[in-house]
């Protein structure tokens, strides 16, 4: 079955940065792009990056570009996502999320928050 697991999240300070990994498993991982979304309490989730299935294409939200980048090693079945001068406003449960088909499979999610 489809597994996504994230990992990576934690407590940092503004300006500060965080990488956050997604291990999947139980599809053939290379063949599909990767997503990154995000919710915040009260929120809606919100498409943070996507990252394309070889990994030559990336794009990322307005709100995040120039700060954020993804990237993915089909090797190891992982996808990143590195955030730099994180803003509290960043703070958010951040998941990993595939598309095979018409499903949506989403990680359980890691809480990234930023405070001083």
């Known amino acids: 079955q489809v597994q996504l697991v994230e990992s990576g999240g934690g407590l940092v300070q503004p300006g500060g940065s965080l990488r956050l990994s997604c291990e999947a498993s139980?599809?053939?991982?290379?063949?599909?792009?990767m997503y990154w979304y995000r919710q915040a309490p009260g929120k809606e989730r919100e498409l943070v990056a996507t990252?394309?299935?070889?990994?030559?294409?990336?794009n990322c939200a307005d709100s995040v570009k120039g700060r954020f980048t993804t990237s993915r090693d089909n090797r190891k079945n992982t996808v990143s996502l590195q955030m730099n001068s994180l803003k509290p406003e960043d703070t958010a449960v951040y998941y990993c999320?595939?598309?095979?088909?018409?499903?949506?499979?989403w990680g359980q999610g890691t809480q990234v928050t930023v405070s001083s």
């Open positions: 999320n595939a598309r095979l088909g018409a499903t949506y499979y």
């Open positions: 139980g599809f053939t991982f290379s063949s599909y792009a």
């Open positions: 990252i394309s299935s070889s990994g030559d294409i990336t």
